[in-house]
């Protein structure tokens, strides 16, 4: 069973608040939710909406037909009338006019008898959360409606959590002590999260400088100081950081990069999603230095890639980036299972303050003094080499990729990022297996077997260039002919992609 | 040399050129810190420096210091991070005029109102001379250079003034030939509550020789907590002729909250 629910209005009507009532609900009724968030780059008035999608299974997209419109303004229903299934429902504003604010919570109210959902909980939780008149809204709401689905109580345990709470928590597992943003969407919410979760972790200080480039360069002075640090940003900000990731590079002080991506060049479109930074996130920075990038597909993969940079990070002195995008970082996932437990995150280096240590930018002697000997540059451009390797050996004891679908199936798709869930829900009842690349640096060696295995290959990407597709003929020399591309910064709907790769399989 | 200073020194070859005033600072900034470990108040250990890039960074292999030797104009942050990091730790960054006031400008506006415990030195050279003498934010007009071939056309920019203007609570002056002064000066910023701002002028000895000979102009002053006479003190030397009086010595000292009394503070009270 599944329901793809859109929830339209303008910025500021509130339709978020819609999507957390009712996924609230759902999840306490043991169904799966995925929320997917279309906003626009203003806050007040235009055109944002949610596609709210259910199911008594795990999902990890939305759809591109819908079964229920919640219109919280005319331009929802003109824009949006068409995705409605022939016998999907639709529900206005119409007869809740002079309840103002409320007007997002009325409707709320209308979903849950639409779904057949107690009202019990839901009224209570508001009645405290919001106050009394909006206690009555949700009843003006809920008795507009009749009945359309009863969704009977499952037995799952489900919470809810967005992929950049998860990095967050990933964060937190690692025993964060600092994180150092300026905000940029779609990286912001991680800077928001752990502000938040300042009041819970005596150690945990989220400072915000003046720039990107501040951001990293405070990042480096706080972990050279003994601390767990993660720094977070979009595109543009990791441009400006660039030149202190080189930094890191040369003097090998541990540093973790959260990079949330959206549509580029330049300011592009930055409420939107996109898959166009692995090329920076794998070479950004002067020099030749060592470096990790994972990008995890869901929270749950977000949480641990985040534990396991730190702890990359940490171990080798490194710089390890957590490449995410918008579509992860923002869309609310069900989640039914426990996180690995974390790997514990010690600093043991030699700090200031008990010792002498000194590193540097420059090529450097042991003592961090700098140098321009062959001899001591070719110990330290192979110590960064070696480096590297010893990071190849370590990240074997980590999931790098993972195979899903027909194990024996001859066709083979290749994706990495967010779109891990469109593809999962789309290739449920194919004759394809999927092969997820969580770390693209370093590259699992796996990909060569598996593609030399399959008789078909795919590549999907949300991107125009296919970036992953061109980072395994880099390493493999095998180039992957069969691509679904997608750029117009959305992300993919799995009943599209479906017809998609149907239409590319053996 | 003392047992403390011997212990402040890298057996690093200098590289600065023959008579370069770098080496007067170096030596003014041993006397201090050997000073204040010997007090007993500080310990070696506890030092760290940041330095950025030019003829000043090189200070870094010459200090037996814990610390970073970072990028070109991002002296301030590293800094920052390294009190944010670890806020028992003694700062001290060390940066030149360009690094200072052209690339890194960006930071300085803004670490008066972090006000982050930590001092900060610039190298005032008034021109970029590891890079070959081209010209910086305080090289005066009419300074012809290899990139400005018909000469500098703009105002310097007063760094005195800048500081005032930014809230920077802790603002001394010094001129490197006069060592004793300038150790003076970096002892009291080292040990003002706050973020402290030492220019030094050190004349180029190979590049923009004109501002070199300004010796007489300098005049000790008492320190001063006015800032009305600040503001003043401030504009008695535009660093673009070789005219007037050059104020050295504490311009201007405030006692104000630091970082970590405003932040780690008011976060740990939220907490509770």
Known sequence: MRLNILIGGKAGQGINKISAIISNALSKQGYFTFNYRDYQSLIRGGHNFNVLSISDQWIASHESKIDGLVALDELTLKLHKLELKPAGFIITQKGFEDLGRNLNVALSGALIKILGLDKKILLQEVKTQLGDEAAKAIEKGYNSQKTKFSLKKLNNNITIMSGGQAVSQGAINSNIDRHIAYPMTPATGVLHELSRMQLKNDNLVVFQPESEIAAANIALGVSFAGKRVMVGTSGGGFDLMSETLSLQGMSEIPLVVYLASRPGPGTGVPTYTSQADLDIALRAGHGEFPRIVVAPGDPIEAIENTNECFYLSEKFGALSIILSDKHLAESEFSLNKQANKPLRVDVKRKLPGKTIVKTSSYEHDIFGCTAEDTKIINQGVQRRLKKYEDIKKEVQKFQMTKLYGKKNSKNLIFAWGSTKGAILDAIKDLDCKFLQVLYLKPLSSEIKKEIQKAKNVILIENNVTGQLGRLIREKTGIKIPNRILKYDARPFRSDELKIQIKKMLK | ?272
């Open chain 2, 1 to 272: 040399m003392t047992a403390t200073k011997q212990k402040l020194s890298t057996k690093y070859p200098i590289t600065w050129c023959p008579g370069c005033p770098n080496n007067l600072i170096l030596e003014s900034v041993k006397t201090t810190l050997s000073k204040l470990i010997d007090s007993g108040k500080y310990k070696h250990q506890d030092f760290a420096m940041v330095t950025g890039i030019g003829c000043h960074a090189k200070i870094f292999d010459y200090l037996n210091l814990s610390g970073i030797y970072g990028l070109h104009g991002r002296v301030l942050p590293t800094c920052l991070g390294l009190k944010i990091g670890n806020p028992d730790l003694s700062v001290i960054g060390f940066a030149g005029d360009g690094d200072a006031y052209a690339e890194g400008i960006a930071h300085f506006i803004h670490a008066g109102r972090y006000n982050a415990d930590f001092t900060y030195v610039v190298h005032d050279n008034q021109s970029f001379s590891l890079t070959t003498g081209q010209a910086t934010p305080t090289s005066q007009q009419g300074y012809k250079n290899k990139s400005q071939i018909f000469g500098v056309v703009d105002m310097p920019l007063n760094s005195i003034k800048l500081a005032l203007a930014t809230g920077v609570n802790f603002i001394a002056r010094a001129f490197a030939y006069d060592t004793k002064h300038t150790a003076e000066m970096l002892e009291r910023a080292i040990k003002h509550r706050g973020f402290s701002f030492v220019e030094i002028i050190q004349p180029c000895l190979i590049f923009n020789l004109d501002m070199n000979n300004l010796n007489k102009l300098f005049y000790k002053i008492p320190v001063n907590k006015d800032k009305a006479k600040a503001e003043k003190l401030a504009e008695e030397w535009n660093y673009n002729t070789k005219e007037g009086k050059i104020p050295i010595g504490v311009i201007y000292e405030a006692p104000s909250s630091t970082l970590k009394e405003k932040y780690f503070r008011k976060s740990a009270s939220l907490k509770k």
